[in-house]
C-alpha cells in the first residue's frame, strides 16, 4: 500500500507554506527530530564499511575525471540540483538549510562514536537499518513541510510533474546517479545497492507511517 503513496502527507504539525520562519514548535521539533534520524541513518551507512551512498559515488566519479574533491563536488552538485528546482515550482524553507547542517553534524557523530562492525552480515544488517532509518527520517521531516533537501526536493518535484509513486521516482533518481557514478568509476558496495534500491520504499514506508500515526 505505502509503495503507491504520492503525496506527502499532512497533519496537524505540518507548515502551510515551505518558507515559513515562524513554524509552531511542534513543526519545528519534528522537522529537527527527522532531519536528525536521516543524518543518523546516512552516518551508519558509511560505518557499516559496505558501500557509500548513490550521490557519494555520483561525486567519486566525477571526483576521478575532473580533480576537485569529493567534498567541493558535493557541494557542487547540491547546487545543480538546486537549480533543477526552478521549473519544478519547488519552495526553499529552513529545512532546506537545516538538512546540510544536521545531516553533516549527525554524520561527522556517527563516524567518531559507531565503529564498523567485524562481522560482515552485521555489516549488512546496520546498512538495512540505516536504509530504513534515513527513510524513516525522511518522512517525518518531509510530512514538516518547511522545505527540503535538495534531492528530496528534486524527488518531491518529478513526482509532482509525473504523477508517479514517490518509491518509483526515487528509486529511479538514485539508481541513475548510481549508474552514472560507476560509469565515471566511482565504487558500488552492496550497500550502495541496498540504499539506490530499497531508499525509495523506504521513504514512501516513513511518510505511510507518519501519515497513519498523526492523522
Given at each position: 500500500m505505502f509503495?503507491?503513496?504520492?503525496?506527502i502527507p499532512r497533519v496537524s504539525w505540518s507548515s502551510n507554506k515551505p518558507l515559513n520562519f515562524k513554524p509552531k514548535l511542534s513543526t519545528f521539533f519534528f522537522l529537527c527530530?527527522?532531519?536528525t534520524l536521516f543524518g543518523l541513518g546516512e552516518g551508519l551507512l558509511i560505518v557499516s564499511g559496505v558501500g557509500a551512498s548513490?550521490?557519494?559515488?555520483?561525486?567519486?566519479?566525477?571526483?576521478?575525471?575532473?580533480?576537485?574533491?569529493v567534498g567541493i563536488i558535493t557541494i557542487?552538485?547540491?547546487?545543480?540540483?538546486?537549480?533543477?528546482?526552478l521549473p519544478l515550482n519547488q519552495k526553499i524553507g529552513i529545512g532546506t538549510v537545516l538538512n546540510a547542517l544536521i545531516i553533516g553534524t549527525m554524520i561527522d557523530i556517527c563516524i567518531?562514536?559507531?565503529?564498523?562492525?567485524?562481522?560482515y552480515i552485521?555489516?549488512?544488517?546496520?546498512?538495512?537499518i540505516a536504509v530504513l532509518t534515513v527513510g524513516l527520517g525522511g518522512g517525518i521531516y518531509l510530512v514538516g513541510n518547511l522545505g527540503a533537501g535538495p534531492r528530496d526536493g528534486l524527488m518531491i518535484g518529478?513526482?509532482?510533474?509525473?504523477?508517479?509513486?514517490?518509491?518509483?521516482?526515487?528509486?529511479?533518481?538514485?539508481?541513475?546517479?548510481m549508474s552514472i557514478g560507476w560509469y565515471l568509476g566511482g565504487v558500488?558496495?552492496?550497500?550502495t545497492l541496498l540504499f539506490a534500491f530499497g531508499i525509495g520504499p523506504a521513504v514512501a514506508l516513513g511518510l505511510f507511517l507518519v501519515g497513519r500515526v498523526f492523522s
Open positions: 509503495l503507491t503513496i504520492k503525496n527530530f527527522g532531519l548513490p550521490w557519494t559515488v555520483f561525486a567519486q566519479g566525477i571526483y576521478l575525471n575532473v580533480g576537485f574533491s557542487l552538485i547540491s547546487g545543480v540540483v538546486l537549480l533543477l528546482w567518531k562514536f559507531v565503529p564498523t562492525p567485524e562481522n552485521s555489516q549488512l544488517l546496520l546498512a538495512i518529478l513526482q509532482q510533474k509525473t504523477n508517479l509513486p514517490i518509491a518509483a521516482v526515487r528509486a529511479f533518481l538514485e539508481i541513475t546517479v558500488v558496495g552492496v550497500g
